[in-house]
């Protein structure tokens, strides 16, 4: 379970912030709902990023977001290989690249090492490049963050669907 501390400085992160990207993980896919409201899950989290100016990036081919509300064309699995999504590729890609220079919060939850090219490396790259942006890498097994992104980037050692679940509780 995490502090509240760390709840109110994310959530403090994401008042402040312009731009919000979410990487989702292997331990954010389909079944990692099975026993979860998936729909009250969603439906809570499409209430908060409608504030935002947010992209979602997955890296799993299932995607839970198939039957939910949230804006579809913020939504980018790279995995699945279709036309559709390679615009939505190209359409995320300058999303991020319009970060440059603009508080970004960066969420990467529950992602491991299975595809760490599609938003674990570039996440490091753009919080070592823009200066205002900030990253919460959430995971139990690969917290790790490199030494070069210093103080802003924070690993959260919590499973990332607990997080989740915390999260919303903690809000509510």
């Not at 490396?121 to 919080?127: A, G, N, R």
């Not at 942006?133 to 097994?141: E, F, G, N, T, V």
Request: one cysteine or more; proline letters at 2%; hydrophobic letters at 40%.
């Amino acid at each position: 379970f995490m502090e509240s501390k760390e709840f109110d400085n994310i959530i403090s992160d994401y008042k402040k912030a312009e731009m919000v990207v979410i990487g989702l993980g292997s331990q954010m896919c389909e079944k990692a709902f099975d026993n979860m409201d998936k729909k009250s899950i969603l439906d809570f989290y499409k209430g908060v990023l409608d504030k935002k100016n947010f992209f979602i990036i997955t890296s799993h081919q299932n995607s839970i977001f198939a039957e939910s509300d949230i804006n579809q064309k913020r939504i980018c699995n790279p995995l699945i290989n279709d036309e559709i999504n390679q615009k939505q590729w190209d359409f995320y890609n300058k999303w991020l690249s319009a970060s440059l220079n603009k508080n970004l919060l960066i969420l990467e939850i529950g992602e491991d090492f299975n595809h760490p090219n599609i938003f674990r490396w570039p996440f490091e790259k753009v919080v070592f490049i823009n200066q205002k942006a900030k990253m919460y890498r959430i995971s139990d097994l690969f917290y790790q963050l490199p030494a070069d992104i210093g103080d802003r980037a924070k690993s959260v050692k919590i499973n990332g669907m607990s997080f989740v679940c915390d999260l919303m509780d903690y809000i509510v």
